[in-house]
């Protein structure tokens, strides 16, 4: 099972390459927000703060990017013949890629916090990494999700900007209204920003709980309605030869 993680983190690393305007755009932007959280934060707080939208705000386009073709690359690959072969069950397939995409997205993920922690080394400690830590999870999550979302329509690339444009205002509120950090609530990154704002263990705690719920139960309903559709489209790609077309 490692050997397969690492293959298809190689995979996700190779498809990265090949959209080399995509990549290029996507460290300019990084780049561009790591510079711009130095030179702007006044507090501690508000460094972290900025660090987690950067990550999110980029990351969500690398993770959305790598859902949408997902189970097509599946066949692409050849990684399906673990399903098929009852070696790898489908919803762990999926968690295995969705989690691969994370890890590609380190850079992007990071460099905004190492943008934090030069200018505020008392940063360094172990909210900040638990926030990256759920930086990671929050985009497999996310991943994961979208995968079920976007092999439901036959041309998903164009439901794609409007799945993340949703992301970004509900969930960091790239678009303040009254009322929009209540409604983040209702996504994981929306929990991050309050365990970044928490003042005490118990806040954290409950933050941290928040997260684990949400999270948990946003992909436990997403399979439910949709995995079942998920899994006859793989039938039908197997049956017709649809993964060519």
Do not use: H
Request: aromatic share 8%; proline share 4%; charged share 10%.
């Amino acid at each position: 099972m490692f050997k397969f993680a690492i293959f298809l983190i190689r995979v996700q690393w190779i498809d990265r390459l090949a959209t080399s305007s995509f990549l290029i755009g996507i460290t300019i932007q990084t780049v561009l927000l790591a510079l711009a959280l130095y030179r702007t934060a006044e507090t501690p707080t508000e460094a972290l703060v900025l660090a987690t939208r950067a990550s999110l705000l980029t990351c969500t386009a690398i993770v959305l990017l790598s859902a949408m073709s997902s189970v097509q690359n599946e066949f692409r690959y050849g990684t399906v013949e673990k399903v098929v072969l009852g070696a790898v069950p489908m919803p762990t397939l999926l968690l295995i890629r969705a989690a691969a995409s994370a890890i590609v997205s380190s850079p992007a993920i990071v460099v905004p916090f190492l943008a934090a922690y030069a200018r505020f080394p008392e940063l360094i400690g172990a909210r900040s990494l638990l926030v990256i830590l759920m930086a990671y999870v929050s985009l497999t999550a996310v991943c994961y999700q979208s995968t079920l979302i976007l092999c439901q329509f036959k041309a998903p690339i164009g439901v794609v900007p409007w799945l993340r444009l949703a992301l970004l205002i509900v969930g960091l509120s790239v678009l303040p209204f009254t009322g929009s950090d209540l409604v983040a609530l209702i996504l994981p990154s929306g929990w991050i920003l309050r365990l970044v704002d928490a003042s005490g263990p118990y806040a954290a705690a409950a933050a941290l709980a928040g997260f684990t719920a949400v999270t948990a139960a946003w992909t436990g309903v997403l399979w439910k309605v949709l995995g079942g559709r998920l899994m006859s489209r793989v039938e039908d790609n197997l049956t017709d030869g649809a993964e060519t077309r």
